[in-house]
Protein backbone atom coordinates (compact mmCIF):
# COMPACT_ATOMS: atom_id res chain seq x y z
CA UNK A 1 0.00 0.00 0.00
CA UNK A 2 0.76 3.47 -0.42
CA UNK A 3 2.11 5.47 2.23
CA UNK A 4 -0.05 8.80 1.23
CA UNK A 5 -2.78 6.52 0.35
CA UNK A 6 -2.24 5.48 3.75
CA UNK A 7 -2.57 8.53 5.46
CA UNK A 8 -5.24 10.04 3.44
CA UNK A 9 -7.57 7.12 4.44
CA UNK A 10 -6.74 7.62 8.02
CA UNK A 11 -7.51 11.20 7.92
CA UNK A 12 -10.79 10.49 6.01
CA UNK A 13 -11.69 7.69 8.76
CA UNK A 14 -10.88 10.48 11.67
CA UNK A 15 -12.70 12.94 10.11
CA UNK A 16 -16.38 10.73 9.46
CA UNK A 17 -15.87 9.56 13.22
CA UNK A 18 -15.57 13.46 14.58
CA UNK A 19 -18.35 14.32 11.99
CA UNK A 20 -20.07 10.85 13.39
CA UNK A 21 -19.92 11.62 16.98
CA UNK A 22 -21.26 14.81 16.79
CA UNK A 23 -24.34 13.77 14.66
CA UNK A 24 -25.01 11.24 17.63
CA UNK A 25 -25.70 13.82 20.03
CA UNK A 26 -28.10 12.60 22.71
CA UNK A 27 -30.43 15.70 22.73
CA UNK A 28 -28.26 17.74 25.86
CA UNK A 29 -26.63 20.76 25.92
CA UNK A 30 -24.55 22.15 23.08
CA UNK A 31 -21.95 23.02 25.96
CA UNK A 32 -19.76 19.78 27.89
CA UNK A 33 -21.11 20.06 31.16
CA UNK A 34 -20.04 17.76 33.81
CA UNK A 35 -22.50 17.36 36.67
CA UNK A 36 -25.65 18.83 34.88
CA UNK A 37 -28.36 17.57 32.75
CA UNK A 38 -29.80 20.08 30.67
CA UNK A 39 -31.42 18.94 27.86
CA UNK A 40 -31.75 20.86 24.32
CA UNK A 41 -35.76 22.17 25.44
CA UNK A 42 -33.84 23.49 28.85
CA UNK A 43 -31.27 25.29 26.96
CA UNK A 44 -33.98 26.79 24.41
CA UNK A 45 -35.96 27.78 27.43
CA UNK A 46 -32.82 29.27 29.58
CA UNK A 47 -32.01 31.53 26.24
CA UNK A 48 -35.70 32.69 26.11
CA UNK A 49 -35.42 33.49 30.01
CA UNK A 50 -32.03 34.86 29.39
CA UNK A 51 -33.62 37.12 26.53
CA UNK A 52 -36.54 38.56 28.70
CA UNK A 53 -33.97 39.35 31.46
CA UNK A 54 -31.34 40.88 29.14
CA UNK A 55 -33.83 42.37 25.99
CA UNK A 56 -32.46 42.86 22.38
CA UNK A 57 -32.27 46.85 21.60
CA UNK A 58 -29.83 48.27 20.19
CA UNK A 59 -27.52 46.26 22.18
CA UNK A 60 -27.63 42.45 21.68
CA UNK A 61 -30.08 40.16 24.01
CA UNK A 62 -29.21 37.85 26.05
CA UNK A 63 -29.58 34.52 24.13
CA UNK A 64 -27.62 36.45 21.47
CA UNK A 65 -24.27 36.88 24.04
CA UNK A 66 -24.98 33.49 24.77
CA UNK A 67 -25.54 34.13 28.36
CA UNK A 68 -27.42 30.94 29.08
CA UNK A 69 -24.55 28.76 28.16
CA UNK A 70 -22.50 31.12 30.52
CA UNK A 71 -25.19 30.39 33.75
CA UNK A 72 -25.30 26.73 32.44
CA UNK A 73 -21.35 26.41 32.43
CA UNK A 74 -20.50 28.56 35.62
CA UNK A 75 -23.52 26.65 37.57
CA UNK A 76 -21.85 23.13 36.51
CA UNK A 77 -17.79 24.20 36.97
CA UNK A 78 -18.86 26.76 39.97
CA UNK A 79 -21.65 26.21 42.45
CA UNK A 80 -21.58 23.65 44.85
CA UNK A 81 -23.69 20.40 44.66
CA UNK A 82 -26.02 22.02 46.62
CA UNK A 83 -26.61 25.10 45.19
CA UNK A 84 -26.63 22.81 41.61
CA UNK A 85 -29.58 20.93 43.39
CA UNK A 86 -31.75 23.94 44.59
CA UNK A 87 -30.71 25.48 40.68
CA UNK A 88 -32.14 22.45 38.59
CA UNK A 89 -34.94 21.90 41.60
CA UNK A 90 -36.15 25.48 40.89
CA UNK A 91 -35.59 25.22 37.39
CA UNK A 92 -37.89 22.54 36.83
CA UNK A 93 -40.99 23.80 38.85
CA UNK A 94 -40.35 27.69 37.29
CA UNK A 95 -40.37 26.26 33.92
CA UNK A 96 -43.89 24.87 34.81
CA UNK A 97 -45.16 27.87 35.80
CA UNK A 98 -43.87 30.40 33.29
CA UNK A 99 -45.19 31.00 29.81
CA UNK A 100 -41.92 33.09 28.14
CA UNK A 101 -44.58 34.10 25.10
CA UNK A 102 -46.01 36.81 27.03
CA UNK A 103 -43.55 38.59 28.75
CA UNK A 104 -45.47 41.17 30.75
CA UNK A 105 -46.83 38.06 32.64
CA UNK A 106 -43.27 36.51 32.95
CA UNK A 107 -41.70 39.65 34.36
CA UNK A 108 -44.81 39.55 36.82
CA UNK A 109 -44.27 36.62 38.23
CA UNK A 110 -40.72 36.65 38.25
CA UNK A 111 -40.72 39.63 40.81
CA UNK A 112 -43.36 38.09 42.63
CA UNK A 113 -40.96 35.04 43.72
CA UNK A 114 -40.47 35.64 47.25
CA UNK A 115 -41.58 32.99 49.49
CA UNK A 116 -41.03 30.01 46.71
CA UNK A 117 -36.71 29.46 47.96
CA UNK A 118 -36.26 26.96 44.99
CA UNK A 119 -37.70 29.14 42.45
CA UNK A 120 -36.41 32.14 44.39
CA UNK A 121 -32.97 30.31 44.49
CA UNK A 122 -33.10 29.61 40.48
CA UNK A 123 -33.37 33.13 39.75
CA UNK A 124 -31.10 34.64 41.73
CA UNK A 125 -28.59 32.43 40.64
CA UNK A 126 -29.51 32.96 36.91
CA UNK A 127 -29.99 36.83 37.31
CA UNK A 128 -26.83 37.14 38.64
CA UNK A 129 -24.71 34.57 36.54
CA UNK A 130 -26.18 36.40 33.14
CA UNK A 131 -25.66 39.71 34.72
CA UNK A 132 -21.90 38.65 35.09
CA UNK A 133 -21.83 37.13 31.91
CA UNK A 134 -23.17 40.19 29.93
CA UNK A 135 -20.81 42.71 32.25
CA UNK A 136 -17.67 40.19 31.04
CA UNK A 137 -18.90 39.70 27.22
CA UNK A 138 -16.98 40.71 24.07
CA UNK A 139 -19.90 43.12 23.04
CA UNK A 140 -19.63 44.96 26.71
CA UNK A 141 -15.55 44.70 26.55
CA UNK A 142 -15.15 46.36 22.85
CA UNK A 143 -18.01 48.58 23.03
CA UNK A 144 -19.10 49.98 26.10
CA UNK A 145 -16.54 49.86 28.20
CA UNK A 146 -14.11 52.36 27.10
CA UNK A 147 -10.09 51.59 28.41
CA UNK A 148 -7.62 54.38 28.72
CA UNK A 149 -4.64 53.15 30.16
CA UNK A 150 -3.68 56.27 32.13
CA UNK A 151 -6.55 57.38 34.71
CA UNK A 152 -6.28 61.10 33.51
CA UNK A 153 -4.06 63.34 32.31
CA UNK A 154 -1.34 64.70 34.16
CA UNK A 155 -1.70 68.46 34.70
CA UNK A 156 1.48 69.97 36.38
CA UNK A 157 0.56 73.23 36.33
CA UNK A 158 -2.06 73.57 39.06
CA UNK A 159 -1.54 75.94 41.58
CA UNK A 160 -2.40 74.13 45.39
CA UNK A 161 -3.72 76.47 48.01
CA UNK A 162 -2.15 76.25 51.24
Not at 75 to 83: G, H, I, L, Q, T
Amino acid sequence: MNRRTAIKQFFIIAGGLTILSSCLNDGGASIVLNKLKISAEDEQFLGDLANILIPKSDTPGGKDLNLHLFVIKMVDDCESPESQAKFVAGFNKLRKQLNLKNSKETETTLAGLKGQTDEKAFFETFKSRAIQGYMNSEYVMKNKVIYKLIPGPYNGAVKVKA
